[in-house]
Structure formats: structure tokens, C-alpha cells
């Protein structure tokens, strides 16, 4: 495992409030990644296998999931775009699971600053202005207050959008 992470393959993130134990580790291959999700699954002759899907919520997840891969690998581009590139942070994944009375929370990037902040950070692709709406922002409310609940944290803990083109202006 040290030695793919030490290559650059996979990128290991610790959970919030611990060091060592319940990491996360990503697979961050770009090549492999792409072979994994569209080669081995689409055993396929069609010539025009990339015209046929362009559209598709196949190719769709893949850009989601390509995007939030490029930002974990930016992280300090991040930093310097949110003006903390001389703050002392540290990078977490953090998530928990839903009971009967609550839903389930994962956040992908928390960035933990020395400031008494934390930057809770959704990452979202599209090819337009993001909207926030009222279900994404109900989602972003619940994964704000479960972090706060479930770790106890007192430092003050800020909502962070990373998008492809900006975020729509509206109510949220």
C-alpha cells in the first residue's frame, strides 16, 4: 500500500479526529480509473462507442467523479483560491451513517484550519452555473450539522462549494 500511495496510484485521506485508524483510500490513477469504469465493464466492438455515450449518466458520473479527484489532487490551489494558502490546514474525508431519525453525511474534503475553522467542501461538476437548490441545500445543511454533532467540533465551520463554472445566483 506504501508504495502505490508513494507512486502517486492511490492518495490516502485520514477520517476527521483520528490519525492512523479508519483512512480513506482513493484510487487515483487517472488511466486505471478509466480503464476500470469503461473498458472492463463495456466489452464492446461499437467504433462510435464514445458518440453513443457522450450524453449518457455514465459519462455524466464519470466527470463528477474525475472533477472531485482533480480537486483532491489541488488541494493547495484550493487553499489559495480560498485566501488560506498561509494557514496552517489539514486535509480529512469524513462520513457517518444514517439512522432511523437521521441521514447519513460524507464529505469528500474538510479542510481543518489552525484558524478555528474548518471548511466543509462539496465538490460538484456541471456544465453550467451549479444551482443550489432546496434538496442540495437541505443535503448541505444536514452534512454541516451532523459534522458539528458527531464530532463536537467548537471551531466555526464554513460551507465551501467547489464547482466547474461558478454557482447560479438564487435564494441558496
Known amino acids: 500500500m506504501e508504495d502505490l500511495e508513494h507512486c502517486g496510484f492511490i492518495v490516502r485521506t485520514n477520517a476527521y479526529g483520528s490519525r492512523k485508524y479508519n483512512a480513506i483510500y482513493r484510487l487515483m490513477d487517472n488511466f486505471s480509473l478509466f480503464f476500470l469504469k469503461f473498458m472492463q465493464e463495456n466489452k464492446t466492438d461499437d467504433s462510435s462507442f464514445w458518440s453513443h455515450n457522450y450524453t449518457s449518466p455514465l459519462r455524466y458520473s464519470w466527470c463528477g467523479l474525475a472533477f472531485e479527484r482533480v480537486c483532491l489532487q489541488h488541494v493547495e490551489q ?95
Open 78 to 172: 484550493i487553499k489559495t483560491k480560498l485566501g488560506i494558502q498561509g494557514v496552517i490546514t489539514t486535509v480529512y474525508s469524513w462520513s457517518v451513517a444514517g439512522s432511523k431519525d437521521k441521514p447519513g453525511a460524507q464529505i469528500d474534503l474538510l479542510i481543518d484550519r489552525s484558524d478555528d475553522v474548518i471548511n466543509l467542501c462539496e465538490i460538484k461538476y456541471s456544465k453550467a452555473p451549479f444551482q443550489i437548490t432546496n434538496t442540495i441545500d437541505a443535503s448541505l445543511q444536514n452534512k454541516r450539522e451532523r459534522f458539528i454533532q458527531e464530532t463536537g467540533t467548537e471551531k466555526a465551520v464554513h460551507l465551501t462549494m467547489i464547482t466547474t463554472m461558478g454557482l447560479s445566483d438564487n435564494p441558496y
